[in-house]
């Protein structure tokens, strides 16, 4: 298990750089096993992102809809949409991510395709993901075109900016028409659960340290306790106070990592009321004892390995 984490602000928002204003174009190569628990954090940003699945299996999760995705698939997020994955019956998974400013596809704004052909998809509360399935036809094609990306990129042969926009350029057209193909005849309808989900977990990440009720969280965004554990659930796939523990226990790493405070002291600093309650779900979610972890990865330093 690694420990890569991203960097993501108090309200989701993850902070890293996706290209620049001259190029806004950024491309990475994943190893889900890399990460922290075998999982990248819940986040979102203003960008689109594509990815495709090179080896191994993962699950992956774009707002409250879960994907089973396995090498040759691909998956498209759309903006502003809560995205995370981990690891699948711990079968480790190898991905390429492709991330771009809708900029680089419309050119300028106000300009016929950002009215006719970005903006409609992007702002769409229906269309937050798509999985691209190898046995489609059009959606082949996609991960072809993403593949074509991946090398144009890698190998930067002349004009490869101009080559990947083109390439990018056509994989929006055949996106357009799977997202007019999901969208017909549908009634626009808005779900108030994301933006409310980003409101609940804004609260937490503030207040983790702090004994934190289910009225507190309810209120943070103007709901019931029963409204608030029901779309929490749905889809976090988890009930709010579950996912608190959970990041307490993450919050608790760096600081186990560390000499300067002892179990004691950590378990109060992270919200836990007691060592004796704080070991018992560190070790139901890591596998050891707080004590045992420090230990480990402090032997792992010494030897140069971390």
Not at 131 to 158: F, G, S
Not at 168 to 176: D, I, K, N, Q
């Amino acid at each position: 298990m690694g420990r890569k984490k991203l960097n993501i602000g108090e309200n989701l928002m993850e902070q890293t750089l996706h290209g620049d204003y001259a190029f806004p174009f950024y491309l990475t190569h994943e190893i889900i096993s890399d990460y922290d628990q075998n999982r990248f954090e819940c986040h979102w940003h203003s960008e689109l992102e594509f990815t495709v699945f090179n080896e191994g299996k993962m699950e992956y999760q774009v707002n409250d809809t879960i994907y089973n995705v396995a090498a040759g698939c691909g998956m498209f997020v759309n903006q502003n949409c809560l995205h995370t994955g981990w690891l699948y019956k711990g079968t480790d998974c190898r991905y390429t991510v492709i991330t771009i400013d809708p900029v680089y596809i419309f050119g300028y704004e106000n300009s016929t395709i950002e009215t006719n052909y970005v903006s409609p998809l992007i702002e769409s509360q229906q269309f937050s993901s798509l999985y691209l399935d190898p046995q489609n036809q059009k959606q082949q094609q996609m991960i072809h075109l993403l593949l074509e990306v991946h090398a144009l990129y890698e190998q930067k042969p002349t004009c490869f900016e101009l080559k990947i926009k083109s390439r990018l350029c056509e994989l929006w057209s055949l996106l357009f028409l799977e997202f007019q193909a999901v969208t017909s005849g549908k009634e626009t309808s808005y779900s108030k659960d994301i933006p409310r989900l980003k409101q609940v977990l804004n609260y937490i990440h503030q207040n983790y340290s702090n004994k934190l009720t289910l009225d507190e969280l309810a209120c943070s965004c103007n709901i019931s306790k029963s409204e608030c554990c029901r779309f929490f659930k749905k889809v976090m796939r988890q009930t709010p106070f579950e996912y608190l523990l959970k990041y307490r226990i993450q919050k608790s790493i760096p600081l186990l990592m560390g000499q300067e405070l002892n179990i004691t002291e950590i378990a109060e600093s992270i919200g836990f009321i007691s060592a004796s309650y704080y070991s018992e779900i560190f070790r139901r979610l890591m596998h050891c004892s707080p004590t045992e972890y420090r230990k480990q990865h402090s032997c792992r330093s010494v030897k140069g390995e971390v």
